[in-house]
């Protein structure tokens, strides 16, 4: 029988995507969760079986599946490996915003992301602004059947394996919001430098700053109309946020399950600490808010799918399932002692990696602003007048 809120179309995806995760990525996982690369070979097993550009229409190559597939995909991938987890929704990202692009647009793309031989990656944040995004400062000039791109972007993830970035800039500098612009601009653009940042966690996703020095974009590359990149970038969030969120949760839910057989076998006093409540009922509330977050984040999937606007639901999945991921991994370092905190077992670099997830496309302070905004009116915001 399906589980609540699948079809059996979901659950079969749900076995052979876990399957695949079980036999092709967890040897070495731990390993390559402190590698600075995605490998070649796991891009190209994810893209064989199809799982790279999962909501793309078939008849550029893709899956024609709905968001709960990749939600699915992303989850078990992420249970395993992060880094794979990523290679499906990245691309996914950039099906969504194609959306807004021209037919010519989507026939050029996304056949070759589906290939696997286009790999984009999103770039708003600034080192000046992240949360405020409508205050970035690069600037996209028109000159004739060009742009001319100036500026810095940071962090970009997948920053230094990316072969295009799809950017945020500014053509109107006194319209505000309304004079956001998207672009696709590929990595190999003269002017275009990329550097690695040395983060903490989820380093094979190789996040880096891009320094765009006059990059020159044809005008056929910009993505949606002139103005219209800050919308496109606010429904682009709503379907990441929760991606995101699962894949936090994927981690989350390995180390409990780690932690329920070593809590049974581990011994004190005589007997095996999961005999002892402060272990068992930190296990029980763990398992229950893992519930309750992935549920949260599987009805938002279907609110897109239905077609329903779930900004608010994704706020609400990316405020709490990562800050439920780190709070259940950081119990679960407890509950294994000192082996837990030993880099040995995989724990700390998994708690490091999803605190990556509390900061990146959004923190839970700009989450709940969103969910204030919606349950509220946007002037009881603190900063409208
Ligand atoms: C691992 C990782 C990967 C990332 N990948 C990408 C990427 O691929 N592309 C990209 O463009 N960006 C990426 N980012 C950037 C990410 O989206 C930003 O870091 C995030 O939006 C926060 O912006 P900031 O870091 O500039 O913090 P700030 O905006 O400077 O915020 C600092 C602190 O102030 C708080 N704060 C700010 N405003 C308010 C407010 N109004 N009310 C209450 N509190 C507030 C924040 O919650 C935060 O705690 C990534 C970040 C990380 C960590």
Redesign the pocket.
């Known amino acids: 029988m399906a589980e609540f809120g699948f079809d059996e179309s979901h659950e079969d995806l749900r076995r052979a995507a876990r399957e695949f995760a079980e036999k092709g990525l967890k040897p070495e996982a731990k390993e390559r969760a402190t590698s600075h690369r995605i490998p070649d070979w796991m891009i190209k097993q994810i893209k064989d079986l199809g799982y790279i550009g999962m909501i793309a229409d078939e008849k550029y190559g893709g899956q024609g599946m709905d968001m709960m597939s990749v939600g699915i995909v992303v989850e078990e991938f992420g249970k395993v490996d992060i880094s794979a987890a990523h290679v499906v929704l990245i691309p996914t990202q950039f099906c969504a915003l194609l959306q807004s692009g021209t037919e010519e647009q989507r026939q050029k793309w996304i056949p070759k992301l589906c290939q696997g031989e286009l790999m984009p ?5 600034e080192p000046g ?4 995004a409508a205050a970035i400062e690069m600037k996209a000039m028109r000159d004739g059947k060009y742009y001319i791109l100036e500026g810095e ?1 940071a ?3 997948r920053g230094m394996q990316a072969t295009a970035l799809i950017v945020w800039a500014k053509t109107d500098h006194e319209a505000g919001v309304r004079g956001v612009t998207c672009f696709f601009v590929p990595s190999d653009s003269p002017g275009l430098s990329l550097e690695e940042i040395p ?1 903490a ?2 380093i094979p ?1 190789n ?1 880096a700053t891009a320094f765009f020095d006059s990059v020159k974009v044809p005008v056929s590359y910009r993505i949606g109309e002139e103005g219209k990149g800050f919308y496109m970038l606010m429904d682009r969030f709503d379907v990441v946020r929760v991606l995101l969120t699962l894949v936090a949760l994927g981690q989350a839910q390995i180390s409990l399950n780690e932690i329920i057989i070593y809590t049974k076998s581990r011994t004190a006093f005589g007997r095996p600490i999961a005999k002892f409540e402060g272990i068992s009922f930190k296990i029980a509330e763990a398992a229950t808010k893992i519930e309750a977050a992935r549920l949260l984040c599987y009805r938002a999937l279907w609110m897109r799918d239905q077609g329903f606007k779930h900004s608010k639901e994704s706020a609400m999945c990316k405020w709490y399932a990562p800050t439920v991921a780190f709070e259940v991994i950081h119990d679960c370092i407890l509950m294994m002692g000192h082996y837990g905190y030993s880099t040995e077992y995989p724990l700390t670099q998994r708690m490091l990696d999803v605190m ?1 997830y509390q ?8 989450q709940k ?1 969103i969910i204030v905004r919606e349950l509220l009116g946007r002037k009881f915001l ?2 409208s007048g």
């Open positions: 990656s999103l770039a708003i944040t602004c992240g949360t405020d972007k962090p970009v993830t983060y966690g989820l996703l996040c990556g900061i990146a496309d959004g923190t839970a302070e700009a602003l603190p900063y």
